[in-house]
């Protein structure tokens, strides 16, 4: 099936005798494969188009058409020549509603300025006379060619391409209509009948009151957290944003006054933020600055394009915090206001055995005893520790430095300081089921398995003690990860 198009004339002004095969590229990128000619065609055009010669040399009288028209022409008998099927027009018509950026390819055909005046060009005259019938009845921006086919393309959501060459009086395909018509009705797809709730585009909005990071704290460090949750308020967003569902967060944020110093804004399930939608968050974002509220922008990388809209629209960009990942965002915050309320004061190194959780209401010589059984280790930043799949063979009592225990994947359980353990689940499973590694440089105390056996062998009330604990620690856990359950399943 043949293509139509006006673009000859302006491809031909620009690139002379090259402007067909300009065209010819262009619809193959929208098409995401490469397109032929049908020569007979292109002959039958040339032979039998007196029409459109005349409308031509017509345009050219008044100074409409500038270059040579039998030159014109041609470009435009051949580009009508170019062969596409009804999944071309489909792909093309995907591509348009895909922003210009070809889904099946990945490539980016043309900009999201030049996608919304082709499309607006298509609501209002795609159709030819039945234009106005056509948006009435469908409502989906749509360009009819008089070989048959109808490409109709609705922005965000789909592209389709029909083709069946029996014309109506309007020039456009019979059965091509219908079946448009039959999608937009059985299928809501009319652009102006919209029910959308912008109140979906937030999944969750809380304080860290029982979700607090992956990094584990010092129980003065927990305690200031636990009575300054409150800090903290966490937006998490989803969807593609738009004007409409920033303003509803914004208004969210104006009728709950943000009293949390610290904002965090959640992106990762964000795919695409436009232009208004940037510009809008972007002066809320400032005013937040200037009442003293620190935003911190999560789940976006520096490449991001939300990222780098939203920096380009916001008064002080400076000020604004951004992590990869949540978790990463929640613990800045959660040391922000550790630090403003007294944390960190205490010494970074523990050398005592009977300030590790595991280890407590144990007597001074059960803790010395199982000093002595212990052998200290030093590693530097960046060394594993451990390694998951291997055999768990020992536990770690860390004195000093940060270690994250992390899935092999690269996912991040937990983060550890001075006075915790690591390797604990050694006591109850047979090999390691993640990796530890040395965020910096690193004292421990290791203990190994087998002469801890022998120790519980011969005191069993330590044992009993030791394996309390544990539970206690699985238990916090548990408790943690069921809040995070509860808190999703609450939205």
Known sequence: ??????????????????????????????????????????????????????????????????????????????????????????????????????????????????????????????????????????????????????????????GLGTFSPCLDSHGNSVRGLKVCEALSSRFDLHMLNRSADVRTCIIADYDIFGISSRRSRQPNEQQILEERHSDIRVIELVGALNFATIDYVTRRLAGE????????????????????????????????????????????????????????????????????LLDEGIEWAEDQVIYRYGGFTSSKETSHLGEQALLADLAPAEIAALADLSTPRRYEAGQRIVSAGEPANSLFFLQSGMVSVKLPSGVRLASLGPGMEFGEMAIIEQHRSADVWADTPVKCLELPLDSFADYRQLHPQTALKIMRNLSALLARRLILANAKVDLLSAY
């Open 1 to 158: 099936m043949p293509v139509r198009s006006p673009v000859p004339v302006l491809f031909h002004q620009v690139d002379g005798a090259h402007a067909f095969e300009r065209i010819r590229e262009k619809l193959s990128q929208f098409a995401g494969r490469e397109l032929g000619v049908d020569d007979a065609v292109h002959a039958s055009e040339a032979l039998t188009g007196n029409r459109n010669r005349a409308i031509a040399w017509l345009l050219r009288n008044y100074l409409v058409l500038q270059d040579d028209v039998d030159a014109v022409l041609d470009t435009y008998f051949r580009q009508c020549a170019i062969l596409v099927t009804a999944r071309d027009l489909a792909v093309m018509a995907a591509t348009l509603a895909n922003r210009g950026v070809n889904p099946v390819t990945g490539v980016s055909v043309i900009s999201p300025n030049i996608v919304a005046r082709t499309l607006s060009v298509m609501t209002s005259s795609g159709m030819y006379d039945y234009a106005g019938e056509w948006i009435y009845r469908v409502g989906i921006p749509a360009k009819s060619g008089v070989g048959g086919g109808i490409v109709a393309a609705l922005p965000s959501q789909m």
């Open 257 to 324: 006054p943000p009293n949390a110093p610290l904002l965090i804004l959640d992106f990762r399930r964000v795919p695409d933020l436009t232009a208004a939608g940037a510009q809008l968050l972007g002066e809320n974002l400032t005013v937040l600055a200037n009442i003293g509220v620190t935003a911190i922008l999560t789940g976006l990388e520096t490449t991001s394009p939300v990222w780098t809209e939203v920096r380009a629209r916001t008064a002080e960009p400076q000020r604004l915090r951004r992590f990869a």
